[in-house]
């Protein structure tokens, strides 16, 4: 089978749990106002795209060098990337709540 094609499976694969788990998670425990649960889902698009784009980068460099479980284990750990923002952002409303 030809690499990019498996590539794209992965992404495929891995993309919508990357992305959508964050955003389930911003929806089932957020008790913000709807502007800023707007604004948290939009940082949380952002900050799972950047980590994906910079996961991807690292894995595929790994997994060329014959480090694929090295590789997994990175694209495990970034998952938890978003999860941390959402919590820094979290904070950030709590220590400075927002004006109405």
């Not at 495929?12 to 008790?31: D, K």
């Not at 939009?42 to 480090?67: C, E, H």
């Amino acid at each position: 089978m030809d690499e990019v094609i498996v590539w794209l499976i992965i992404v495929g694969f891995y993309a919508p749990l990357h992305f959508l788990v964050p955003v389930l998670v911003l929806f089932i425990t957020g008790q913000e106002s709807e502007k800023t649960r707007r604004r948290l889902i939009r940082n949380s698009l952002v900050d799972s795209s950047l980590s994906m784009i910079v996961a991807f980068i690292i894995v595929i460099t790994l997994a060329y060098d014959g480090k694929m479980s090295i590789a997994m284990l990175i694209l495990l750990l970034s998952m938890g990337f978003p999860f941390l923002r959402i919590w820094l952002h979290r904070r950030e409303i709590v220590d400075r709540p927002e004006s109405p």
